[in-house]
């Protein structure tokens, strides 16, 4: 297996802003790129970067960006940048630079997708920052300020040949941006797994399965906090999985946040590194089936600086076919507790979830 790998150091420049406000002593931020950074070297320290083809993020023009945003919302945010910083909107600020290194996420995600569609490697993992998939094409929110994925999927559709993509999002938080972005496109699939309610508040119900002409092209899976490995693979055997078969897409994306970890301050999940691989295992069993094994995975969400770093190298691990080459330290025993199994307030969610997809049209009944 040729696995991708983007990364960028001045993904890691990205000023989030994120600064628990005037009334601690500095220290407590959430979005800052240490959990990233880390992620970087274990790959690093464990050989795994040697065994990964390295890609350069694509410096996209503001006209890639205009195929997701209006032309005044991609101006606002460059003037905003050059003028030092700002805010796009909800949990949205940023400081000077950042338009340059938002594009070029975007662009990350681009090349992997690129590098994917073109055959030069069969998977690819992008490790961008700042994330993308709460960004809507006129609002930026939880730390998202363009829509990273939709803008390299719009590019591949217009220069690439590529026609029904899913996306496929693991983040603990709803995928509401990709959501938006494709309500009435019928020919993107967006399934968002997310922990019920967190953010945005207001959305990810399973109610939500795609505007007039796109029913069953948007689903959702609003889990339980306290869900582990369990509930999530049932999610995906039983909704993710058949919807994807329903769908045919010729390409799948995976907006991969680790923030469904066991150890995330944001989230209230289970998930182990080794849940992660596990999910990674279906994705690729769905790759094979549809689209001659092609997986582009997108870093999203994480905010614990232990866990991210073994989550992201678990799954690479799964990409490349081997066993993950370190044990996750002291904090094995995630796999083991007893919440891991599927529980039956869980199931009553996922089975909900999956009434309404059938129903939306989007799983045969
Ligand atoms: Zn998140």
């Known amino acids: 297996m040729s696995v991708g790998f983007v990364c960028d150091e001045r993904y890691f420049w990205h000023d989030a802003r994120d600064d628990g406000g005037p009334f601690v002593q500095r220290g407590a931020d959430m979005e800052t790129p240490e959990s990233r950074r880390r992620m970087l070297n274990l790959l690093s320290l464990t050989g795994t970067l040697d065994r990964i083809e390295r890609l350069q993020p694509l410096e ?51 090349a992997a997708l690129e590098a994917v569609v073109r055959g030069e490697v069969t998977s690819a993992y992008a490790l961008v920052r700042p994330p993308g998939h709460h960004a809507e094409r006129t609002l930026g929110r939880g730390y998202c300020l363009l829509a990273n994925i939709p803008i390299a999927v719009e590019k591949a559709r217009a220069e690439l040949g590529v026609t ?49 002409g796109a029913t069953g092209t948007s689903l959702n899976i609003p889990l339980p906090a306290g869900s582990g490995s369990g509930a999530y693979e049932y999610a995906w055997d039983t909704l993710i999985a058949p919807a994807v078969d329903a769908f045919a897409p010729d390409l799948i994306v995976i907006a991969s946040g680790f923030d469904a970890s066991g150890l995330d301050p944001m989230g209230r999940m289970l998930l182990s590194p080794a849940g992660f691989a596990r999910l990674t295992r279906r994705a690729l069993d769905l790759a094979d089936r549809w689209t001659g094994g092609r997986l582009v995975l997108a870093h999203e969400g994480g905010y614990s600086p ?6 992201g190298l678990y799954v690479i691990s799964e990409l490349l076919g081997v066993e993950p080459p370190v044990p996750f330290g002291d904090f094995g025993y995630l796999d083991d507790l007893d919440d891991q199994q599927l529980n039956i307030h869980q199931r009553a969610v996922v089975d909900a979830a999956r009434d309404a997809a059938v129903r939306s049209g989007a799983i045969p009944d």
């Open 60 to 110: 996209l023009d503001p006209t890639d960006l205009e195929r997701v945003h209006p032309a005044e919302y991609v101006a606002s945010f460059r003037a905003q940048s050059d003028a030092g910083g700002g805010s796009m909107g909800d949990y949205a600020d940023f400081g000077a630079g950042s338009y340059e290194i938002a594009a070029l996420a975007a662009g990350g995600v681009y």
């Open 164 to 212: 029904r993509v899913a996306v496929i999002d693991w983040d603990v938080h709803h995928g509401n941006g990709t959501q938006s972005v494709y309500w009435d496109d019928p020919d993107v699939l967006s399934i968002s797994l997310h922990q019920n309610q967190l953010f945005p508040f207001e959305s990810g119900t399973t109610g939500e399965t795609g505007g007039p």
């Open 306 to 311: 232990v866990a991210v770093p073994f989550c």
